[in-house]
């Protein structure tokens, strides 16, 4: 994609931020790519210098891909999907901070989502992967719900699934529930047999570590595992409640996004599957979808953030 | 309690060591308490360095209150109940430990409880503080179940029921489930109505955060809050539960120990509250006659330790 970029043309960023890494597209006014950049984590929970580092890495990143160089971060008009921003706090933080770009337009990377899966359109989005949480689009309202963190938040997620089926195998062991297959695929996957180790081993465990047991409980639910059955009940009834939370808006459509979507699926109620499609274009596209949005003055003087409704 | 012992007198210090404090009492050969003390954790997660100069400190206290010094520590003949050592790496981490007491017998804070609880007879104990387990101890056999640590064990517990409050809660709020009182009882009791900065607040929140958020839940309850309902009935079980696996033993009483036993009591099955019983004595007492039973040989060679069925 090394190439000469006309001087005159608007050049967009695209900016899709979380907690572990920052991914960013840079394109033409036609939405045409000529650079990508990926960095560290962009959610200004980790810090706002670590945040704006990574963002700017990122950039640079893409900027040089196209044949640019720094002098050319201040063409850009920048859309920034960003997760924390929800939070006021960081939003104020972030509206206050000195950038080198044309513009920076700030929404929530549950947002950004939104408008990449269906270009811009009214429409939905549900996450299910580590965390799970949902946002819907219609005319000028959004909605968000779930996230929240784990784990008091995040339910029917990747995290939440892990918690379950750890929880499910202690009890097991301990007697205090039936015998569950999960408890073999459990101890394969760590290595470990004894109920004191395994309890140890997960004493800290992150929403990542959980996460990453999730797969196991529809592994045993295929083997017609009762008790990995009963999870991904409740955990498609997290899901269902979600979707139909973001139906109250009757968005036209609903993007499932994130590593447990596949395996969700068929769990979901038959309302919410009538309405599913796969997600058009990526979160960085659809950040540049809202930048342009809010240059259209559809959103103008009001950059609608987690809860705007 | 300054007083003077005799020299030749055999002494017992009984320790019951938590978490957050080690607990001590010193006693004669017939359980007259002649001293007490208090310190710090006495948990070897927390570090052996911390939990044996909790453990001295205590330890000195009473002798001190007894009229005693630092002499006495080698005519001490200690059972000392510790958080902790139910893992085999720390038990035997304090079986190497160069103590200064005569003889040093060393067994969980549960079994512990449960030698106070039933002064050395057979029975059983269910926590149901912070955290939750519970311990069988008949004829020779001991059985414990439960605890494992938050969040992936200790269902039923305090701080499980905090967790479940600030889940329903953060679900009402997002219109994910039905209206709550427990919303309003947890924006009074933080200070916090904004659905995010609840969340945020709890991000980190340890077990012992979210068990105080436990009596909330029983204060919705009484006042006919469906979910608050449900969730004690879901608590409840997992109690129920735990005494169930208990009662394969047959102990012929259970005491439940903990700042949600009141609360709790008249939700266990028949069966179960038939055998409650208060606890006689403190873990503490509970300890000597642990070391006491040791010295006569019934566990001698043997010390029981969790999961030793």
């Given at each position: 994609m090394n190439q000469t970029v006309p001087g005159g043309q608007r050049l967009y960023l695209g900016i899709d931020g979380g907690g572990s890494k920052c991914r960013v597209v840079l394109t033409d006014a036609n939405l045409k790519i000529l650079g990508e950049g990926l960095a560290g984590p962009a959610n200004p929970l980790r810090g706002m210098d670590v945040?704006?580092?990574?963002?700017?890495?990122?950039?640079?990143?893409?900027?040089?891909?196209?044949?640019?160089?720094?002098?050319?971060?201040?063409?850009?008009?920048?859309?920034?999907?960003?997760?924390?921003?929800?939070?006021?706090?960081?939003?104020?933080?972030?509206?206050?901070?000195?950038?080198?770009?044309?513009?920076?337009y700030l929404t929530s990377d549950l947002h950004a989502a939104c408008f990449g899966a269906?270009?811009?359109?009214?429409?939905?989005?549900?996450?299910?992967?580590?965390?799970?949480?949902?946002?819907?689009?219609?005319?000028?309202?959004?909605l968000e719900v779930g996230g929240h963190g784990f784990p008091h938040g995040d339910n029917g997620s990747g995290a939440w699934f892990g918690l379950q089926l750890l929880q499910t195998?202690?009890?097991?062991?301990?007697?205090?529930?039936?015998?569950?297959?999960m408890t073999e695929l459990l101890q394969q996957q760590t290595g470990l047999q004894d109920t004191l180790a395994l309890a140890l081993h997960f004493m800290s465990a992150s929403a990542t570590d959980y996460a990453r047991l999730a797969p196991l409980v529809f592994q045993a639910a295929e083997q017609q595992d009762e008790l990995a059955q009963q999870i991904?009940?409740?955990?498609?009834?997290?899901?269902?409640?979600i979707a139909?939370?973001?139906?109250?808006?009757?968005?036209?459509a609903i993007s499932l996004i994130g590593g447990l979507c596949d395996k969700l699926r068929p769990y979901l109620a038959p309302a919410v599957q009538a309405l599913l499609v796969d997600a058009s274009q990526t979160p960085e596209l659809g950040a540049i979808w809202y930048a342009k949005s809010c240059e259209n003055a559809k959103f103008s003087g009001d950059i609608k953030v987690k809860g705007s409704v």
């Amino acid at each position: 994609m090394n190439q000469t970029v006309p001087g005159g043309q608007r050049l967009y960023l695209g900016i899709d931020g979380g907690g572990s890494k920052c991914r960013v597209v840079l394109t033409d006014a036609n939405l045409k790519i000529l650079g990508e950049g990926l960095a560290g984590p962009a959610n200004p929970l980790r810090g706002m210098d670590v945040a704006t580092q990574s963002i700017l890495n990122a950039s640079y990143q893409a900027l040089e891909m196209a044949g640019l160089s720094c002098d050319d971060f201040s063409r850009l008009h920048v859309g920034a999907g960003l997760a924390g921003v929800n939070v006021p706090y960081y939003y104020q933080l972030f509206q206050k901070w000195q950038h080198p770009f044309a513009a920076l337009y700030l929404t929530s990377d549950l947002h950004a989502a939104c408008f990449g899966a269906h270009q811009g359109q009214d429409g939905a989005v549900i996450i299910c992967g580590t965390g799970s949480c949902g946002l819907a689009a219609v005319a000028e309202q959004v909605l968000e719900v779930g996230g929240h963190g784990f784990p008091h938040g995040d339910n029917g997620s990747g995290a939440w699934f892990g918690l379950q089926l750890l929880q499910t195998v202690l009890r097991s062991k301990d007697g205090l529930t039936a015998a569950t297959l999960m408890t073999e695929l459990l101890q394969q996957q760590t290595g470990l047999q004894d109920t004191l180790a395994l309890a140890l081993h997960f004493m800290s465990a992150s929403a990542t570590d959980y996460a990453r047991l999730a797969p196991l409980v529809f592994q045993a639910a295929e083997q017609q595992d009762e008790l990995a059955q009963q999870i991904i009940v409740a955990g498609a009834a997290h899901i269902n409640a979600i979707a139909a939370r973001l139906m109250t808006l009757k968005p036209p459509a609903i993007s499932l996004i994130g590593g447990l979507c596949d395996k969700l699926r068929p769990y979901l109620a038959p309302a919410v599957q009538a309405l599913l499609v796969d997600a058009s274009q990526t979160p960085e596209l659809g950040a540049i979808w809202y930048a342009k949005s809010c240059e259209n003055a559809k959103f103008s003087g009001d950059i609608k953030v987690k809860g705007s409704v």
